[in-house]
């Protein structure tokens, strides 16, 4: 099975790819988490692509190309794939046909989370994610707070608030989303496999996505 989840930032993307990981055995590709992992090892793509992150600009599509053409040939995605946070730009949605094409692999949904704008800056300031890249669970002080605080219920790191966690990255964030990724909404929309859900209730919205998948 493979998805794509669009949605602006906050929209519960990673969190419900996280809960679909579980129910359907399929990996998760976050471009943000693997742009995230470059930083912390201080590579060369993240040592150039923490400026665009921190600005809350968009990485450079041909990054982001490299980044998910090695994701996807990779063993542990033989059984699907749930894309969050790509494609971002039409582009990288044309890009992502050819390689779906040159792969010989198969879209089953396009799911586009819908969130108002008031609830994603609320979820946005109050999210902290767990810090150990293998793990990267996901919390929010208000509605899902870890049991021990500053500590993540699944592996024991510690959690954080993200360097693009702040209320002017997040406007900024919220800025690019309806600049360069709301337009693949448009792109994908008379696709049968496109579904606009509102991701105001992570239940609801597995509910959902039982019927669609
Ligand atoms: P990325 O990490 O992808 O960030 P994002 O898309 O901005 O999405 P978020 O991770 O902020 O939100 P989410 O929708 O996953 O929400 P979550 O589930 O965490 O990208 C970061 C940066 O990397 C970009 O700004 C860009 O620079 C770069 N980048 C990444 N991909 C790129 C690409 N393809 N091209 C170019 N650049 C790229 O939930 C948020 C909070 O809400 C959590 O606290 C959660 O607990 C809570 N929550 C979620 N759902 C619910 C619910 N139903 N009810 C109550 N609370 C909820």
Redesign the pocket.
Known sequence: MILILL??????????AQALVKTYSIVQI????I??GEVKKGSPVGKE?AG??NA????P?SI?MDCIGIAVQSKECANGFIL??????IP?ADALKDLMRNFNLKLNAVIN?EVPEDVLLR??T????CSNTACQA???VH??PTKKEGVCDACGSPVIQRD?ETVDVIKQ?LV??KDKTEPLIKYYEKDPLFHTIS????AE?MKELGKIL
């Open positions: 949605g602006p930032p906050g929209a519960g993307k990673g969190t419900i976050s471009t943000g988490d742009l995230r692509a665009y992150m809350g600009k968009l990485v599509d982001i969050d946070g790509f494609p971002r730009t990288q989370l979820r946005l109050s999210r902290r994610t996901i919390y929010n509605t899902k693009d964030r690019t989303y991701g105001l209730d992570a919205v």
